[in-house]
């Protein structure tokens, strides 16, 4: 009897409880165990890979919106300045400026700024209450104008040259071409790190699938013994490598926007983006555009990882 209870409860210890189903069911082992570069080393640079990505890609939509901005009210607005030798001829002038503005068909505002507006122009380069007190500045008058008198601006210059002789016009070309040149360049540069990141998530995923293949060669031919077949194997590859890589992902995006958060609050803490800077603003499209990044980031990986796995096992089996 104690034999036969001895066998009994050897039995019941190796009958194995069935898995668990729900929220606490066991975790199926993956079919190819990791091996080299995968696992916890493989997010890590999958989330660096992203972090980089993300910023590239916020440089890139900065850059195009605070060029379009920028571009927009140069391309719409002229400005008029007025000189003279006091500031009785410049009253004189800019009545006879705004005169011809007035009649000129296309002109949709013209506005004077004010002595004091003018004056705070050059207080960064003259120092506070300085051009206002020592300089007889000249009046300045923006002009919002349409697409048609923008595109000859001639005749209207030549008849406030004649209205009055210290008024030139100036329709922000050069300003805008340089501006326009500047932001190509920075776009393209912001590209061209995304494209890198791109390629260097591609060459670390080659990497990874070739040394986890080398690393489970016992297991890969064992499973074609079985009738395995080559795509099965990489889907294997593939799903496991897009699980990392979304893992990843997500962390670098997290960290990228931690960062463009505290990069936009110290921008506006040291008041630099009223002036040069663009401005570091998430909105919900912005933040669709960045998760876009992350995303070809995980999706490069998956499939780079798969295309390596069977283009190995068709030179190895």
Do not use: F, K, Q
């Given at each position: 009897m104690t034999q036969a209870n001895d066998y009994e409860t050897d039995e019941?210890?190796?009958i194995q409880a069935p898995p668990r189903r729900g929220l606490f069911r066991r975790r199926a082992a993956p079919l190819l165990p990791e091996a080299g570069a995968a696992g916890a080393p493989l997010t890590a640079?999958?989330?660096v890979m992203s972090f980089l990505a993300v910023l590239a890609m916020a440089s890139l939509l900065m850059v195009n919106r605070a060029t379009s901005e920028w571009t927009s009210a140069l391309r719409s607005e002229i400005t008029v300045q007025v000189k003279g030798a006091s500031p009785a001829d410049i009253e004189?002038?800019?009545?006879?400026?705004?005169?011809v503005l007035n009649e000129t068909d296309g002109v949709l505002e013209a506005k004077e700024k004010s002595r004091e507006e003018t004056a705070e122009l050059l207080d960064p380069w003259l120092g506070e209450g300085n051009a206002a007190a020592f300089l007889t500045i000249p009046a300045i008058i923006e002009v919002k104008a349409a697409p048609a008198l923008r595109d000859n601006l001639d005749l209207l210059r030549n008849r406030l040259t004649t209205a009055a002789p210290g008024a030139t016009l100036d329709d922000h070309a050069r300003w805008h071409d340089r501006l326009s040149g500047a932001a190509r360049s920075g776009q393209a540069m912001a590209f061209g790190v995304f494209l890198l990141v791109m390629g260097a998530a591609c060459a670390i995923s080659i990497f990874a699938s070739r040394a986890g293949l080398a690393a489970n060669h016992e297991i890969v031919s064992v499973l074609h013994l079985v009738g395995a077949t080559d795509g099965f194997i990489a889907a294997e590859v593939q799903r496991r490598f897009f699980i990392l890589g979304l893992r990843g992902a997500l962390i670098g995006l997290v960290a990228a926007l931690a960062a463009l958060v505290l990069a936009g609050l110290a921008v506006r803490a040291g008041g630099a983006a009223d002036n040069f800077l663009p401005s570091l603003r998430l909105g919900g499209w912005m933040i669709l555009?960045?998760?876009?990044?992350?995303?070809a980031t995980c999706l490069v990986t998956a499939l780079t990882a798969r295309l390596t796995v069977l283009k190995t096992l068709s030179k190895q089996y």
């Open positions: 019941a210890e190796n640079v999958i989330a004189s002038g800019v009545d006879a400026v705004l005169r555009w960045l998760a876009a990044a992350p995303t």
